[in-house]
Structures are given as structure tokens and as C-alpha cells.
């Protein structure tokens, strides 16, 4: 089992900044992507951002593309989502994921984890 505990949401204001964490405990080691998705009031929930543990690859939502940066502190296994230049329409709640595998062939096994969110307003 993987934990996942999200913090730093919080009302702010459109342009302003915000920096999410999303601290990772127990089985790490099988995990080897982790992700920022969001979901708005009714709608779907939508990926952010992705982070390949062991590439370095990362991939953006059109709408972070150049506002929002994604990354890690290894040492703590925790996973980061900078957010510059805010916009209302980014208003959501904020999940931190991770997923992994184990095994070969027969015994192969997936396994993902959500964090609880954490809420993100932006409105004046």
C-alpha cells in the first residue's frame, strides 16, 4: 500500500502562485509514475501533470503548459506542483496519483493510488 497526502491548497487570488505538495509513504519503491489531476465542479477529473520516476519525463494538460511546473524531492519522496499565474478557471480540487507495477507474466500486477485533494480557489 501507498499513502498519499496532499497540502497547500488555498484561496488566492487570479496571478497569484501557489506551490502543492504531495507526500508519499509506504511501498514506494514499486511506484514509477506520479501525477497531479484536478476536477471542477461538475466536471470530469483531468490530468495536470505527470512525472516518470525513473525517465525524467514529464508531460503537461495544455492548460499547465508554461504556468504550472511539476517535480520532485526524492529524498522524501515527495512530488511537487508549482502554479504560477492562476487563473479562476483553475479552480479545483487537486489529487496527487501514483502508479506502479510488480511482477512478470503470470503474477504482473498494476497498482494506483489517489490522495485525498486538496482545495485550490482562485477568485478575487
Known amino acids: 500500500q501507498v499513502q498519499l497526502m496532499e497540502s497547500g491548497g488555498d484561496l488566492v487570488q487570479p496571478g497569484g502562485a501557489l506551490r502543492l505538495s504531495c507526500e508519499a509513504s509506504g511501498r514506494f519503491s514499486i511506484i514509477t509514475v506520479m501525477a497531479w489531476h484536478r476536477q471542477a465542479p461538475g466536471k470530469q477529473r483531468e490530468l495536470v501533470a505527470r512525472l516518470g520516476l525513473s525517465s525524467g519525463t514529464i508531460n503537461y494538460a495544455a492548460s499547465a503548459e508554461g504556468r504550472f511546473t511539476i517535480s520532485r524531492d526524492s529524498a522524501k519522496n515527495t512530488l511537487f506542483l508549482q502554479m504560477n499565474s492562476l487563473k479562476p478557471e483553475d479552480t479545483a480540487v487537486y489529487f496527487c496519483?501514483?502508479?506502479?507495477?510488480?511482477?512478470?507474466?503470470?503474477?504482473?500486477?498494476?497498482?494506483?493510488?489517489w490522495g485525498q485533494g486538496t482545495q485550490v480557489t482562485v477568485s478575487s
Open positions: 496519483y501514483a502508479w506502479g507495477y510488480q511482477g512478470k507474466g503470470w503474477n504482473y500486477r498494476e497498482y494506483e493510488y
